[in-house]
């Protein structure tokens, strides 16, 4: 298995796990939903809070 096709497979296999952890694959897509939610806010707020200082 080459490089490209290793990243390609292991976040599909690790939300695999995640659903089979909380046991819905419905729920592992609200986990995976809400941490990109909140790391784009954190983004944002972090563009925000530069702006204020250098603009």
Do not use: C, D, H
């Not at 046991?23 to 702006?51: D, T």
Request: no cysteine; glycine share 6%.
């Amino acid at each position: 298995m080459t490089s490209i096709q290793e990243r390609n497979i292991k976040p599909r296999l690790e939300f695999l796990e995640l659903a089979k952890q909380l046991g819905s694959v419905s729920q592992a897509f609200k986990v995976i939903y809400s941490s990109q939610l909140r790391q784009q806010l954190i983004s944002l707020e972090v563009s925000i809070m530069w702006g204020y200082m250098w603009g």
